[in-house]
């Protein structure tokens, strides 16, 4: 690891040396009497830097490499000026006239300039009423990369963002399952996931699990910081995700796109958009229709997803949006396997009365203000009404179905929330800084029912009792939550910032209801049987600091390092819920620790982008499952603080253009090639004997994703390749265990290749997944869908045609 730190930094570091820098500089005038307008602000929009003028109106931008730039002057009671131009091999002056003001402010918009690099990129210092300053980020820019999109392929679609562990078994792409850093990649829930800023999740504190996954056909990119977003986006260790749905075209009033893929078992998918400007308003919407049969048997599926967003700018200062979103979908479960039945016929299924249904209203009322030239508020009002039924027989894979009731859980998640943002720029040590300020409440009410189902084997989610009601628990949880947060960017120099933060907490959660106890002697024999009434309440007060450091030679090349606070509060499941194959400890306690990064990362004009960075995650009092004797003397999977654990790691990003290194940056064929290697070492210490010194589960020493990509006109070819190395699946480490829910998952790899061709308004896109037609697994379930080893897709073609009019 240490040499292959050392290597990576000193290329880094002489790829940055070399690279020739040039500068900008000129003059800002006013229009109306041709005198130089002091203080005036010069925005470099390819990376959201600020620079000020003197007072006489002068500035300079200087380490720039060759390339193409925009530039925006503004100053306050003036218009602004956009100027676009290109570096060669020499110093550029560049003059701006501003115009007096008309009766209205002319917006700054620097929208669509992002640089984009390979299809990766990263968040600029301040974005919109966000600031990611010092903070390790990445945004994968959907138009940029080749996947199978219409599956959601996150293999593909997240290739590029180092150290994810991702779980793969879900073929049709309806629900994301991504980790890092020896995370759990369940449902993405130690992750914020949030949609165009606001929330997605089931519910953001009792159960952050994210049933919906927007489709990678209608976004536009997708935002990825690190456990340094605790300070703004609240309680959590794996930082925050957030999925920017595309918006309708500016320039024009209607604009059709519709794409139609075919896929191996008998998979379609129809994505269709319709978007557009007119006047004040700009709108977009898509309805997606996605069915299958899948890989193994028992394993259809059925969807529907419908977003519509229109935003509405009465003058140029306001602008307000509302988002509706909706998702119905139906999935037949196959169940897991035991490592035998994996190696026999990782296709065969073994339970085939195992269902999913997921319905997903979310609804999004935004309101943005800029209150002057360097003020802007952002208030973001958001709503869940869904639900979601599973139903199946959960016993021990490696027992047979005996075709009695199933287990049917049933929730309902009604939340909504508010975060309101004000971020301003002032003037600090002849420079600028950036204060971030903000507040957030949420109420979260979720009601959770479990019990006998039907013994048939259709999808029919009925409770089936004496009464018609859950046998076996009935919940209400409540979950409220207020925070107040602070950043600032301090520019202590032109090139060194410090970015302090603070978030401070309220949280209360609350489970009213009745669960059924049943202990039974060894024999089998049910010796107590009784209901059992249950009202817990809890709240506390949470106060969260951090701190982040960058330093930037030029505009290519950043150091960068940040400390962060976080906590994670225990969830509903973990109050109270019924698994055949696994026991709550009601004792829990909530989860805190910190995360901690130092890197290096930087780009030359779209030829060479790279992040390599070191991170320590400390984790106290972490959850998990042990196994523990019970009062009656049996062994148990209970899930309990089994202790602390500890993360260290070194995440490495490089990506070049082969060709544009050799024969310059605008050769017109494109050949790039990218290595993504993340070297994790994660250790606990705990009281439990079985667990103390153990390495961490899910936690793979070695994630390492590598690919090259062609592209010349109008056509694209990627390869990639992906490699994880085994991984435990539980703190005591187990290598086998008979009902498969713990035990080693085996190192495994696979490869993918995609193209694609567009021609006027039609492109045609296809590819193979799994290239070699491997047999593994990425995860072991010990309830849904499993439990057991829950196979991956073998070999997959798909096909898709795109039209836009």
Not at 267 to 283: E, T
Not at 304 to 322: M, N, Q, V, W
Not at 423 to 439: H, M, Q
Not at 550 to 573: C, D, H, M, T, W
Request: charged letters at 20%.
């Amino acid at each position: 690891m240490r040499y292959t730190l050392t290597t990576v930094l000193f290329l880094c570091s002489c790829l940055a040396a070399l690279a020739q820098s040039y500068s900008v500089s000129g003059t800002i005038t006013n229009a109306a009497n041709g005198q130089p307008v002091p203080q005036a602000e010069v925005l470099l929009t390819n990376t959201g830097n600020l620079f000020q003028a003197d007072a006489s109106g002068k500035y300079s931008i200087s380490n720039l490499a060759a390339g193409t730039y925009t530039l925006t002057a503004y100053s306050v009671g003036l218009g602004s000026a956009t100027q676009q131009v290109i570096i060669t091999n020499s110093p550029v002056i560049l003059n701006f006239i501003l115009k007096p003001l008309e009766g209205k402010i002319s917006e700054v918009k620097v929208k669509g300039e992002r640089e984009k690099t390979f299809g990766i990129t990263r968040l600029n210092s301040v974005e919109g009423t966000a600031i990611y300053e010092g903070k390790k980020s990445e945004v994968v820019v959907i138009e940029d990369i080749s996947a199978n999109k219409a599956t959601n392929n996150s293999r593909q679609v997240f290739a590029k963002v180092a150290g994810l562990n991702i779980w793969e078994s879900d073929g049709a792409g309806l629900q994301l399952g991504i980790g890092g850093r020896g995370l759990s990649p369940n449902r993405t829930s130690n992750f914020n996931t949030r949609q165009n800023g606001y929330d997605i999740s089931a519910d953001a504190l009792g159960y952050p699990e994210s049933y919906y996954t927007p489709p990678v056909e209608a976004l536009d990119r997708i935002e990825v910081v690190r456990g340094a977003a605790s300070l703004q986006y609240g309680t959590q260790f794996g930082g925050m995700i957030n999925f920017v749905m595309k918006e309708g075209p500016e320039d024009k009033p209607f604009e059709l796109t519709t794409r139609q893929t075919v896929g191996s078992w008998g998979l379609f998918n129809s994505f269709n958009s319709v978007g557009g400007s007119k006047g004040k308003f700009h709108y977009y919407g898509f309805y997606q229709y996605k069915r299958g049969d899948g890989w193994r048997d028992n394993s259809n599926f059925d969807a529907h997803t419908a977003f519509s967003s229109i935003h509405y700018k009465p003058t140029d200062r306001l602008e307000i949006g509302f988002d509706y979103t909706f998702m119905d979908y139906l999935a037949q479960q196959p169940g897991g396997l035991t490592d035998a039945a994996f190696a026999q016929d990782a296709r065969q299924s073994v339970r085939n009365r195992n269902w999913f249904k997921v319905k997903w209203n979310l609804l999004a009322l935004t309101l943005d203000y800029r209150l002057s030239e360097r003020t802007k508020l952002n208030i973001r009002n958001f709503g869940l009404l869904a639900q979601r039924d599973a139903l199946g027989y959960l016993e021990k894979i490696n027992r047979a179905d005996p075709m009695r009731e199933r287990l049917l859980l049933q929730d309902q998640f009604n939340n909504f929330g508010n975060e309101t943002r004000l971020i301003t720029r002032y003037n600090f040590l002849d420079s600028f800084s950036t204060l971030l300020v903000g507040a957030r409440y949420y109420h979260g009410l979720t009601d959770q029912k479990q019990g006998n189902g039907s013994s048939r084997s259709d999808s029919d989610f009925r409770f089936y009792s004496e009464t018609g009601a859950p046998s076996q628990s009935s919940y209400d949880y409540l979950s409220r939550n207020v925070a107040v947060f602070a950043e600032n960017i301090f520019n202590i120099t032109p090139t060194l910032s410090v970015t302090p933060g603070a978030r401070y907490e309220w949280i209360n959660t609350n489970a009213d209801g009745s669960y059924r106890e049943v202990i039974a002697d060894q024999a089998g024999n049910v010796i107590r049987d009784e209901t059992k009434a249950e009202d817990r309440s809890n709240s506390r007060n949470i106060l969260l600091l951090g701190l982040g450091l960058s330093y930037k030679p030029n505009e290519q090349l950043e150091v960068y390092g940040n400390f962060s606070q976080n906590y994670r509060a225990i969830n509903f499941n973990d109050m109270r819920v019924v698994n055949p194959n696994q026991l709550v400890d009601q004792n829990l306690q909530d989860e805190s620790g910190y995360t901690s990064d130092l890197g290096v990362r930087g780009n030359s004009s779209g030829v060479l982008n790279y992040d390599v960075s070191l991170f320590y995650l400390a984790y106290k009092d972490r959850i998990s499952s042990i196994n523990q004797v019970t009062p009656n003397y049996q062994i148990q999977r209970v899930r309990t603080n089994v202790g602390d654990s500890y993360h260290y790691g070194l995440e490495t990003f490089v990506e070049a253009d082969l060709l544009k290194l050799y024969y310059g940056a605008d050769h017109p064929t494109s050949l790039s090639a990218f290595s993504n290697i993340t070297y994790v070492y994660t250790t606990y210490e705990s009281s439990e004997s079985d667990v103390d010194g153990k390495n961490v589960e899910l936690a793979p020493a070695v994630i390492a994703k590598a690919g090259l990509a062609f592209k010349r006109n109008n056509f694209k070819l990627a390869y990639q390749y992906s490699y994880t190395a085994e991984q435990y699946t539980d703190p005591a480490n187990s290598i086998l265990e008979p009902t498969a829910v713990v035990g080693i998952i085996p190192a495994y790899w696979v490869m993918d290749l995609s193209g694609s061709y567009t021609y006027g308004r039609f492109t045609l896109e296809t590819g193979i997944n799994n290239l070699t037609d491997n047999r593994y697994f990425t995860r072991r379930a010990t309830g849904y869908p499993g439990p057991g080893i829950i196979p991956s897709d073998a070999r997959s073609f798909y096909l898709s045609l795109q039209f836009k009019l």
